[in-house]
């Protein structure tokens, strides 16, 4: 058992030194003919894809040879990281290594995340989980769970380094992604000073931030924007809600998305448009991802925990940005997290 598994919480104080070690005895002690399985979790993000993929890159330059990488779910990579370096390590999840020595789990908070992959967590050698959520379960063998991570691209890069990897363009291209999406362009409360230590680090093997931010950020077909004006449109704002602290609201089914012709990952991005109604401190896009099938996107500025929603409905995520999967209408769906938000307000 690893230290921080016998010491209770993983995503308590953080990896241990014996954590540390466990990890890099993990990777060190693959033998040559070792087939090493990464995965992140469904719908990938910047920092669940750009951690995997540096991280894999790190791997190959320490010598592994059978290494893949994938996801659960459709296996399209949403456009703004299709040119991520190590892409060509993405296989197919039907494709990927059944009975993997080892599998290694990205920015995955529970095993729920891993959809239909969970078997290969069954059947590998051995499993190591690199993690920044606070709800993360602890499922998994070797835990490196840091809850004051604010991507676990850290986690990554911490790693790597107890391995000796040395750090250059292309891994920390992936890295820099996975930061500066988790981040939230080093806006959120998470932008430590450690964070652009490791953001510089980052640069200085030459990556360019500002085309990686138009690829990543400013870059949208011209049909999602005209979506968005939709969608946005008939954002709600509920004053009273979270018992007065505001809930601002809106919702996309795939009918929008068919009716604009884009594909569903261009949603990502519209939290980050009704985030900012002033008159709100909770904000939600609620995304059709089945007949009566929703993915929540949570937010919060601060007066609510919205993790503690997204847990008390079956997901997960972080104190101010959290998720979860809803059933029903979207009626039905909304009217579950009203319900959930005055319990989950912070002490002021
Ligand atoms: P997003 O709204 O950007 O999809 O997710 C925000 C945060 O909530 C992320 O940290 C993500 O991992 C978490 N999250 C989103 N959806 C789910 C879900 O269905 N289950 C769990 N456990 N976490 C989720
Ligand atoms: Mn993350």
Request: negative net charge.
């Amino acid at each position: 058992m690893t230290g921080s598994a016998a010491g209770g919480s993983p995503a308590g104080a953080g990896p241990t030194d014996t954590d540390w070690a466990a990890a890099v005895a993990a990777v060190r002690e693959l033998p040559a003919t070792a087939r090493v399985l990464l995965i992140c979790h469904v719908n990938p993000d910047g920092d669940a894809l750009g951690s995997m993929l540096g991280f894999g890159l790190g791997l190959r330059r320490l010598g592994v040879r059978q290494l893949q990488a994938t996801f659960p779910g459709p296996p399209e990579v949403p456009e703004p990281f299709r040119w991520l370096p190590g892409s060509d390590l993405l296989v197919a999840p039907d494709d990927a290594y059944p009975d993997p020595d080892l599998v290694i789990c990205f920015d995955v908070a529970s095993e729920s995340r891993l959809g239909d992959l969970v078997d290969r967590l069954d059947k590998a050698g051995s499993a190591l989980v690199l993690d920044h959520h606070a709800s993360n379960t602890g499922f998994g063998g070797i835990h490196l769970v840091d809850r004051h991570a604010a991507a676990t691209s850290v986690v990554a890069l911490g790693l790597l380094d107890r391995l000796g990897v040395a750090l250059d363009a292309e891994i920390a291209a992936c890295l820099y992604v996975a930061l500066s999406t988790d981040t939230g362009s080093f806006r959120f409360e998470a932008t430590t000073p450690a964070v652009h230590e490791l953001a510089a680090r980052l640069l200085a093997t030459g990556i360019r931030p500002g085309e990686i931010s138009r690829k990543v950020f400013d870059t949208r077909p011209f049909g999602a924007v005209r979506l968005f004006g939709e969608v946005l449109g008939r954002a709600r704002l509920e004053p009273a809600a979270a018992a007065g602290r505001g809930l601002v609201w809106t919702y996309a089914t795939r009918a929008d998305l068919a009716r604009h012709d884009q594909p569903a990952y261009v949603l990502e991005a519209l939290i980050d448009s009704v985030r900012c109604t002033a008159e709100a401190d909770v904000s939600c896009v609620v995304k059709q991802a089945g007949d009566a099938e929703w993915a929540v996107s949570l937010r919060s500025k601060g007066a609510v925990d919205v993790s503690r929603v997204a847990m008390a409905l079956g997901g997960g995520g972080h104190r101010f940005a959290a998720g979860f999967t809803g059933r029903g209408t979207v009626d039905e769906v909304v009217e579950r997290i009203r319900a959930e938000l005055s319990g989950a307000l912070l002490p002021a």
